[in-house]
């Protein structure tokens, strides 16, 4: 047979080992030319289509809404229809036997570390009263694992029937109130769940946040930025990505009882308008100027609301931000990401106090917390020294009686920050203060 080309599921991120097939564009056997998009891929983060490299005729090995494993053979281009041969689906017969120990192997895994429980493997633990040593050897422990030691009958021999029949309509949980209506859950939100579940399930992230002026702040910084004026996300990012070379553990991820730090700084910010969340890579991001970060954050997100957004962009984040300025909360306490080791949080400016809170939710399997306010430290200090440094900013400041600015203030003592009868912001000059 003459196959011109196979079709695999690519991979396309570190995150995504399954993707879905969202769309299959031709029929089993159908022509295709060379250019045709044959189906597409639905990853976490966005939609890949696979393109025809030949003229040909197809040969399906998927269908369109199920999900199938990197490197899975999905598809293939025949140089003559005769050559496809379809095999007819069969009932096949799976045995699932019980494990010859209880829970996952010891010697499987034969882990000499220190065991980590999931959050409802310790309660289980608590309520059983079962010492903790016996899971010794085991590398993470879930409740599964417990339950599978207190019933090790529960995986007897299963024999379980697969065949090609319609699917039965399930039953309501009993335990369910009335008057509710069942929504799907997309493909990408089971990915995200399951992602964000890998980092948080351990129950060993914690959260810190700090406070940051924006007294002066943007009188200083918009001088640098085109398109983003009065925001917080280019500058951040520029100074965030700088600090993580030298906070290299927030720059990194744990993976089987190993901690790893990323070669490149890969800062990737969340965007959500309407078209899913979608985490978008600022690519070499410590390499780039203030305005160079803002021109890639208005590019990435001009490529989002076309659905155009590269495969590159989406892959290799060594750090992520969440900005929720614009949406007025105080607090909020991030998730973190798979192969990740923390996340910054961005919230909402209080106008009256001139500030904003900045939070990082990070691994402790990485890091602890000194360490991280240290660098939440350092931020703040960089941050803030915009406004500080800057005379021109500092000359806008004048006083709301006389108007005389700082530069003309010959006595050199500074204007005073004060609330007027009106209830407003001000600034006064210390003659006016006295009534001179």
């Known amino acids: 047979m003459a196959v011109l080309q196979q079709i695999a599921v690519p991979l396309l991120a570190v995150n995504d080992t399954f993707l879905t097939v969202v769309e299959v564009n031709f029929n089993q056997k159908a022509a295709v030319k060379k250019g045709d998009i044959v189906m597409v891929f639905e990853t976490s983060k966005t939609t ?78 608590q309520e059983k009263k079962i010492s903790p040593d016996v899971f010794a050897g085991y590398e993470m422990v879930t409740a599964k694992d417990i339950q599978l030691h207190l019933n090790p009958n529960a995986f007897d021999k299963v024999v379980e029937t697969i065949a090609t029949k319609a699917p039965q309509p399930q039953k309501q ?78 720059n990194g991820f744990f993976y089987s009882n ?30 780039l100027s203030v305005a160079q970060v803002e021109e890639t954050i208005l590019e990435l997100s001009n490529q989002y609301l076309e659905d155009k957004i590269p495969v590159e962009s989406l892959i290799g984040i060594s750090f992520t931000v969440t900005d929720l300025s614009g949406e007025g909360v105080s607090y909020f306490r991030p998730l973190v990401n798979m192969y990740n080791s923390a996340i910054m949080g961005i919230s909402a400016i209080d106008e009256e106090l001139q500030r904003f809170n900045t939070s990082i939710t990070f691994d402790h399997r990485i890091t602890e917390g000194k360490y991280v306010a240290q660098f939440l430290s350092e931020l703040k200090s960089r941050m803030e020294s915009y406004a500080y440094n800057d005379a021109e900013v500092n000359n806008h400041i004048k006083c709301y009686k006389c ?34």
């Open 48 to 125: 890949y289509e696979v393109i025809a490299e030949t003229d040909g005729f197809i040969k399906l090995m998927c269908e369109a809404g199920k999900d199938y494993a990197v490197n899975d053979i999905v598809a293939e281009i025949y140089s003559s229809v005769d050559e496809i041969v379809v095999e007819e689906k069969k009932v096949v017969e799976v045995v699932v036997s019980k494990p010859a120990t209880t829970g996952v192997s010891k010697a499987e895994f034969n882990y000499t570390g220190t065991t980590l429980f999931s959050l409802a493997a310790q309660s289980l633990l």
């Open 173 to 250: 949980n009993a335990a369910l109130p009335d008057g509710t209506t069942s929504i799907k859950l997309s493909s990408n939100k089971k990915r995200e769940i399951e992602y964000l579940s890998a980092v948080q399930e351990t129950g060993l992230t914690s959260t810190l946040a700090i406070n940051i002026s924006t007294n002066g702040l943007f009188g200083s910084v918009n001088k640098h930025l085109k398109y983003f004026k009065n925001s917080l996300l280019p500058l951040l990012v520029y100074e965030t990505s700088r600090l993580l070379v030298k906070y290299p553990l927030l």
């Open 258 to 287: 190993q901690i790893y730090t990323y070669n490149e700084v890969n800062i990737g910010f969340a965007i959500d308008i309407d078209k899913g969340l979608k985490v978008v890579k600022v690519a070499k991001t410590n390499e």
């Open 403 to 436: 108007f005389k600015t700082l530069q003309e203030d010959l006595a050199q003592v500074g204007l005073l920050p004060v609330i007027t009868p009106q209830g407003k912001r001000e600034h006064i000059c210390q003659t006016c203060w006295n009534g001179l």
